[in-house]
């Protein structure tokens, strides 16, 4: 696709790049092209000739998730026959994705574990990988070439530079070094901006971008956010990519430890290779996307995939349900102790929790929309319950004043404009709030982090009262900016941060009438 890429696949006619040899230092150990057919039977490997397909998905922000979701399911893609669908994958700030795969031919194992069984699987649709702080010039290049018809992201919530308002955070240094230096981006707003710039100059069709971040409403939720940064270069760019680009929203659902040196070892020993980054996940996936792909796009929904006209109650569905409870479990299990959700999950109290939980967050949720909430809460229970993902609580934990505005605090300002209060949801808020100082004394300081750190530790709410801690970080994140109920909500998660400071967990599931062993 582009000339000076890290190949990672051997494509005829194609120079590799010189750092694909520094790369290569243990080719006859490590899984790749070459070493894929001698892996045991019981692995499956990519059937399919890698030589003959061709870069159509350009996806920013390489990590565990995109690659045990969107790249598996291009991978049956391509399984089947379709050629126009590789991946060039794009790292936004770290090379080490790449440094592990480019010796890999971009191959790496997929490990799908249930309580019981784990099965190992070779995907083979990462055809190359790109560091943009190395030279944003290629990725830009990428970005541009006429066969690029899909751009995805999983950059996760912080990368979309979002203000405490949804707005752009038009002051974050990024941006501005971005619009002043447009040839030269480093966030995804300056890529995908400066590269439908050039596209439009060069008659390309854009591209139709693909969010799969855990946002609401994550297409119009980025196209909002881009027309705002374009409207900043001063062009009428803004009023082109409002006008000539789609941006489907998308609900994407795959759990997805982070991967540990454990993981990496009984990989490797299982392939009989070495697999630098193998990628653990579960048995359950879904994605649910808005069919809006002018450009084209894979064949997507023979192989899973639910293409609809309105993701809407999907994702709310999802974020609501899943994420928000996930972020319960996380502080709630951190401040007790658990280390993974499927302990805390365990706890019979925080098991009564997450029920009065989903049951305050379903209320919120269209009626009409065919959604079977029984259903999905029973399989997120026993996702909950797999024993052999070990889904730390502080992964989960990271970048809470990013997630909790559409995984608690729209469900709590919507329950309340309905009269019924957010008793259980705002528990979430306090736990929040609770495990952030107890950073530094019960947990070592970066055990989790958030965008707002820096800014936390200078207010040292510790040293506040409850309820202006609880306003003092309302304030900063932008919780419930603006609606008529910040105020009731306030002084719900006060009432539970001041339980949870004086008692811990039990004492603030003791006012809700949960008892704690
Ligand atoms: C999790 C998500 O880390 C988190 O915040 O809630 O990554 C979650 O595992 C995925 O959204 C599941 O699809």
């Known amino acids: 696709m582009c ?34 057919q001698a892996l045991p039977a019981s692995v499956t490997v990519p059937g399919y000739d890698r030589n003959r397909v061709v870069p159509g998905i350009v996806h920013l922000g390489v990590g565990a998730f995109h690659r045990a979701h969107q ?46 069984s784990e099965s190992l699987r070779v995907v083979g649709s990462i055809l190359s990988m790109l560091v943009a702080p190395e030279n944003p010039g290629v990725v830009l290049a990428a970005l541009t070439d006429p066969r690029t018809s899909i751009v995805t992201l999983t950059i996760t919530e912080k990368a ?30 300056g890529f995908l901006a400066e590269s439908l710039a050039r596209r439009r100059v060069a008659g390309i069709q854009p591209f139709t971008v693909l969010c799969c971040d855990n946002l609401p409403a994550n297409g119009a939720t980025l196209r909002r956010l881009l027309v705002e940064f374009a409207a900043l270069r001063g062009t009428d760019l803004a009023r082109h990519i409002a006008d000539e680009v789609a941006f ?11 991967t540990t040196d454990a993981d990496r070892a009984r990989i490797s020993g299982q392939l009989g290779v070495d697999d630098a980054w193998p990628v653990m996940t579960e048995p359950f996936c879904q994605w649910v996307v808005e ?81 079977d909430t029984t259903d999905y809460t029973a399989q997120l229970a026993k996702r909950y319950s797999n024993t052999a993902l070990a889904h730390r609580t502080a992964q989960i934990a990271n970048d809470g004043s990013q997630k909790l505005p559409q995984r608690i605090i729209a469900s709590a300002m919507e329950r309340m404009s309905g009269g019924a209060p957010p008793a259980y949801l705002m528990l979430v808020v306090a736990a929040w709030i609770a495990a952030c100082e107890t950073r530094g004394k019960s947990l070592p300081e970066s055990h989790f982090t958030d965008p707002l750190d820096l800014a936390l530790s200078a207010l040292d709410i510790r040293h506040l009262s409850a309820s202006e801690a609880v306003v003092a970080v309302f304030d900063l994140a932008g919780f419930a900016k603006g609606g008529a109920e910040r105020l009731t909500l306030i002084d719900l998660a006060a009432a539970h941060l001041e339980r949870l400071r004086q008692g811990g967990v039990a004492a603030a599931f003791t006012a809700l009438g949960i008892a704690s062993e």
């Not at 308002?165 to 707003?189: E, S, W």
Request: hydrophobic content about 40%; overall charge negative; proline content about 6%.
């Open 71 to 116: 790249a598996a399911y291009v991978d049956d893609c391509l399984a089947a026959g379709e050629t126009d669908w590789g991946i060039v994958g794009v790292s936004l700030r770290s090379a080490d994705t790449r440094n592990a795969l480019a010796p890999q031919d971009g191959l790496y194992t997929l490990a799908v574990r249930s309580s019981d």
């Open 248 to 258: 489907p929203s998308s609900m994407v659902d795959r759990i997805v430890p982070a």
């Open 3 to 36: 000339g000076k890429e890290t190949d990672v696949t051997p494509h005829a006619g194609h120079a590799r790049h010189e750092l694909d040899q520094t790369h290569r230092t243990m080719t006859d150990r490590r899984l790749s092209n070459s070493t894929r």
């Open 160 to 189: 979309y530079l979002r203000a405490a308002g949804g707005g752009l955070d038009t002051v974050h240094p990024d941006i501005a070094h971005d619009l002043a230096n447009p040839q030269m981006p480093r966030t995804a707003h």
């Open 291 to 371: 069919d809006d792909f002018p450009a084209g796009r894979p064949a997507w929904e023979r192989f899973g995939v639910t293409m609809v006209g309105d993701v809407g109650p999907f994702e709310d569905m999802k974020l609501r349900l899943l994420n928000g409870s996930h972020s319960a479990i996380a502080y709630l299990g951190l401040l007790n102790g658990f280390e993974t959700v499927d302990r805390a999950f365990a706890d019979p109290a925080i098991r009564q929790f997450v029920d009065g939980l989903w049951a305050e967050a379903i209320t919120t949720l269209p009626k009409d929309a065919g959604l």
